[in-house]
């Protein structure tokens, strides 16, 4: 089986809000422990998405609440669900059998409160990735929904970056407004991620990044996480658009070696079809093998170019 890893996936809101437990295999949503293992899913990134109502007061609430609750999971889980924390703990799930090795991320920098003091606690919690923004400004930079504004990296949001290189977090750029994604390239010393976002030239969504952003992310050593959102895939979402987005960034780039993926899974509901729980991975390999890839190729899609940014930004 490929070992696959995901950048972002939103499900445990679905446990917050009480309507499911990662541990049971359920019919509902998109990702549980049992499907992550018949998947082959070896690492997944999830994301702590701290909703709109929390914002701005409230959001570093909502992200201990979620903290907390995930950290319930991992402890009625713990023979199957590892928490990533370091390259130590990386390579231990990765030589383990039967586990599914957890990051935890924070989805839009408002949990920070502008305060580069909850950064460190969130890291001390076990939180190694976090999106700067989400679709709105805050004390980070501009998000996409802002992006009309110009808006980019602000000085606070520049020792935000500092420090999470400094830390040994991942920055995640996805929703940021193009000026902020351009001002941390400037900034960082160590390589991104684009947890889950698709290719302009394929489908135009503002969400999407352009061949400029693309190449540039590729010369940062960085990866975009192409997603299986519908609504950043095509007017009529499909396996084969999903593909196409993942060959364009290949091909402009003439390597398979700064893409992978983000489902988004549990972010987003009805999911891409053919692509509608983690258990339908097979069917994007399938698309990818159709398209020509190679079987190396492919694993490096899937999970082995994602592993290499995290290796380089864990400590």
């Given at each position: 089986m490929m070992l696959v890893v995901d950048a972002h996936c939103d499900t445990m809101l679905d446990v917050i809000r009480g309507k499911r437990r990662l541990g049971t295999r359920s019919s509902q949503g998109h990702v549980d422990l049992p499907r992550l293992l018949e998947a082959g899913v070896k690492v997944q990134i999830f994301a702590l998405f701290i909703e709109t109502v929390y914002k701005p007061n409230g959001a570093l609430r909502r992200?201990?609440?979620?903290?907390?609750?995930?950290?319930?999971?991992?402890?009625?889980?713990?023979?199957?669900?590892?928490?990533?924390?370091?390259?130590?703990?990386?390579?231990?799930?990765?030589?383990?059998?039967?586990?599914?090795?957890?990051?935890?991320?924070?989805?839009?920098?408002?949990?920070?409160?502008?305060?580069?003091?909850?950064?460190?606690?969130?890291?001390?919690?076990?939180?190694r990735c976090l999106g700067l923004t989400w679709n709105q400004r805050n004390a980070i930079a501009d998000g996409v929904g802002e992006r009309l504004s110009k808006g980019g990296l602000t000085s606070f949001g520049r020792k935000v970056v500092n420090n999470m290189n400094r830390l040994g977090m991942v920055i995640d750029l996805a929703h940021i407004a193009e000026q902020g994604f351009w001002d941390v390239l400037e900034v960082t010393t160590k390589p991104l991620l684009v947890s889950h976002a698709n290719c302009q030239s394929v489908y135009n969504h503002y969400r999407n990044l352009n061949d400029a952003q693309i190449k540039a992310l590729a010369q940062n050593q960085g990866v975009l996480g192409v997603t299986f959102a519908p609504e950043f895939v095509a007017q009529e979402a499909s396996v084969a658009k999903v593909v196409e987005h993942i060959d364009h960034a290949c091909q402009l780039l003439g390597n398979v070696l700064h893409v992978g993926i983000g489902s988004d899974f549990d972010g987003t509901d009805p999911m891409t079809p053919g692509l509608e729980d983690v258990t339908r991975l097979s069917n994007l390999i399938a698309g990818l093998d159709k398209r020509g890839y190679k079987t190396e190729e492919i694993a490096k899609i899937l999970g082995k170019n994602i592993l290499r940014v995290l290796e380089a930004n864990l400590i």
């Open positions: 992200a201990l609440q979620q903290i907390a609750a995930f950290y319930e999971e991992v402890e009625s889980n713990r023979d199957r669900l590892k928490v990533i924390t370091s390259r130590q703990d990386l390579q231990q799930v990765l030589t383990s059998a039967g586990t599914v090795g957890a990051i935890l991320s924070i989805e839009g920098g408002e949990a920070l409160e502008g305060d580069l003091g909850v950064l460190e606690c969130l890291f001390r919690l076990g939180v």
